[in-house]
């Protein structure tokens, strides 16, 4: 866990009190909503649909115990009840008092948390792997690099107000569990050809209405170089990124205009400046903020716990959720657990004030005080001895927590659409409530297999929907709320965007629609192994789209059968 120097909690404080006095002006009329909206937005404070709402930065998904009891205390004194963890890693209160957020502010700096620039035209939250740090396929530590972006990119002048809102995600391992192929700029860890630690660095890439995959710019760049190459690429895209239209002001945009060849060529000019000089990273300054992280001290265990192995013979229930939930540790004896946040009937990625300061004692107890969130909105105990694993179990399953979920088809990502965004084209929660309802059955979700399934209230793509193997958009169509639906989109390293089956349905409609989806798999998979992504590619759209609409039209003319003979 990064621990503040005096530096960052000075600079935290400052924010904090400056904004308390920009709040009271504005509370008192002397600053007008134009002049406050940007002041507001630069402190993550957005006016949503009903309520403010107040998204607080998670920096890279890390948080002690004692910061996740802090939000709880937030949700249950400023808000009403719950947090909402976001796929930037992020968590929202979508109900906190304008009046009151210097006071949510201010206890959160207490804890060395903040909400700076998680929202605006800025460099937003650096996300990365999950399971960084712990992950056995990591070729570098992911976290100390995030760090070191973060405190590169907080308060740069220079990028303090670019043309559009600007990602950065890290991945540290071979598999790429950050998304990295669809954010602004994305960086792989690689190794060279004599073993030096480097970054393949991807630009361009991003969801919303221009959905794109990134691409590779430099194939091997060394790690002294990677903050003075990341000004070089935010120089050239704050110089010529549009200003004049926000939909086509991103960074993919001109990099696509540019074409990628031309863009690499302007950075590589601006870099040309910038190698070698101030912002050239050393070992001394790498060990430097590694130092400020805490790290767990694991014990010498065995590879394979006797109890765990026991356990799982003797539990069937706690076998499946292993099966799902448990992930393989770089510490022999030691594994990584995700708590689900998709339950049933719970908007994906909620957490009530009761199960966050739970979490936090399964943190203090089982995980050395340290848990992460997900870009797919649930919790992780990252260092969980394998002779703990089966009282994790039942605790979190007391909690809620323990649905064996994790890569099927219920462990929906969706944002909180129209329900609570003034963005929101349609609602969110209510549409995944019903598919989680339609495939309740686990056994089933089990015979389907890997599915990623996204949702998103409109074009801004919060719900990751275009990399979701099955993706739902929320549309307008003439005041009514409808669904899009496309297939075949998937992140990691094989990332691909999907594709729209045709026309969009009502709401009522959606869960069957997705049902006839996965019926159409099933009858076309070779083996259970083939995975629904895997059918997609082998034989397209078009058998799905045939399934899909032909049983849509044939209910259709029942139900107007039926209209007609009443």
Same mark, same amino acid.
């Given at each position: ?48 649909r009903?309520a ?11 948080l ?17 009840g ?10 929202q ?7 009151e957020?210097?006071?949510?502010l201010?206890?959160l ?38 760090e070191?972006?973060?405190q ?18 890290v991945s540290?391992?071979?598999?790429d @569990? ?7 700029? #994305?960086?792989? %860890? +690689? ?5 030096? /630690? $480097? ?64 863009f ?10 910038l ?7 050393t070992?001394?300054?790498v ?8 790290r767990?001290q694991?014990?010498?265990?065995d ?12 539990e069937?229930?706690?076998?499946r959720?292993?099966? @799902?939930?448990?992930h393989?540790?770089?510490?022999? #004896?030691?594994? %990584? +657990? ?5 339950? /049933? $009937? ?23 005080g ?10 992780i ?18 909690l ?6 994790i890569?099927?088809?219920?462990n929906?990502i ?11 084209n349609?609602?969110?929660i ?10 309740d ?14 949702i998103?209230g409109?074009?801004?793509s ?25 297939i075949?989109?998937a992140? $990691? ?13 009502a709401?009522?409609?959606v ?9 159409t ?5 070779d ?12 034989i ?27």
């Amino acid at each position: 866990m990064y621990q503040y120097d005096e530096i960052d909690q000075k600079l935290v404080d400052e924010r904090v009190a400056q904004f308390r006095e920009q709040t009271q002006r504005h509370l008192s009329g002397t600053l007008s909503e134009d002049d406050f909206r940007p002041l507001r937005l630069q402190n993550g404070l957005y006016i949503q649909r009903f309520a403010p709402m107040l998204r607080v930065a998670i920096p890279y998904g890390l948080l002690s115990s004692r910061q996740l009891r802090a939000l709880a205390h937030i949700a249950r004194k400023w808000d009403h009840g719950y947090g909402h963890f976001s796929t930037r890693q992020n968590i929202q209160f979508n109900w906190p008092k304008l009046e009151e957020v210097p006071d949510i502010l201010a206890h959160l700096a207490m804890v060395q948390m903040h909400a700076i620039q998680t929202s605006g035209n800025c460099i937003r939250n650096t996300t990365t792997d999950h399971l960084a740090g712990v992950a056995p396929d990591e070729i570098v530590d992911p976290l100390v690099w995030c760090e070191l972006i973060r405190q590169w990119s907080t308060f740069h002048p220079e990028f303090a107000y670019l043309p559009r809102k600007f990602k950065i995600a890290v991945s540290g391992a071979e598999q790429d @569990r950050a998304a990295i192929q669809v954010h602004d700029i #994305g960086l792989q %860890a +690689v190794r060279g050809d004599n073993g030096e /630690t $480097g970054f393949r660095v991807l630009v361009g890439g991003g969801l919303g209405r221009t959905p794109i995959i990134g691409t590779v710019i430099r194939e091997f760049l060394p790690w002294p170089h990677l903050l003075s190459y990341l000004d070089a690429i935010l120089r050239v895209y704050n110089r010529y990124g549009r200003r004049d239209n926000k939909y086509k002001a991103r960074i993919k945009i001109l990099v696509k205009e540019l074409t990628p060849e031309v863009f690499r060529a302007q950075v590589d000019a601006e870099w040309a400046h910038l190698q070698d000089g101030p912002a050239t990273l050393t070992a001394a300054e790498v060990a430097r903020i590694g130092s400020r992280f805490t790290r767990p001290q694991y014990l010498k265990l065995d590879a394979l716990s006797p109890q765990y192995t026991q356990a799982l013979a003797r539990e069937p229930g706690f076998a499946r959720w292993a099966g @799902r939930n448990v992930h393989e540790h770089r510490v022999p #004896g030691y594994a %990584a +657990v995700t708590l689900s946040l998709k339950k /049933t $009937g719970v908007p994906p990625g909620d957490a009530t004030t009761e199960q966050m300061e739970a979490v936090a004692d399964l943190a203090d107890r089982y995980s050395f005080g340290e848990l992460r969130v997900s870009h797919e909105q649930n919790l992780i105990l990252s260092d969980v001895k394998q002779s703990e694993l089966f009282a994790v179990w039942q605790e979190a399953k007391a909690l809620g927590l323990a649905t064996p979920n994790i890569g099927l088809i219920s462990n929906i990502i969706a944002c909180p659409g129209g329900d609570f965004c003034s963005l929101a084209n349609a609602k969110s929660i209510p549409v995944a409530a019903a598919i989680q309802r339609r495939f309740d059955d686990l056994d089933y979700q089990h015979d389907i297999g890997e599915l990623d399934l996204n949702i998103s209230g409109c074009m801004n793509s919060c719900g990751h929907h275009h990399v979701g193997h099955i993706g739902i958009l929320g549309v307008d169509k003439q005041g009514a709320e409808f669904y899009q639906v496309s297939i075949g989109g998937a992140q $990691g390293n094989a990332a691909s965007l999907g594709k729209v089956i045709g026309p969009s349905f009502a709401q009522d409609e959606v869960a069957e629609v997705i049902a006839r989806l996965i019926e159409t798999y099933l009858a076309r998979r070779d083996s259970e192994a083939e995975r629904f992504i895997d059918v997609v590619r082998r034989i397209g759209i078009e058998p799905f789209k045939e399934n899909v609409y032909g049983n849509a039209h044939q209910k259709r003319e029942a139900r107007a059968r039926q209209l007609a003979a009443a």
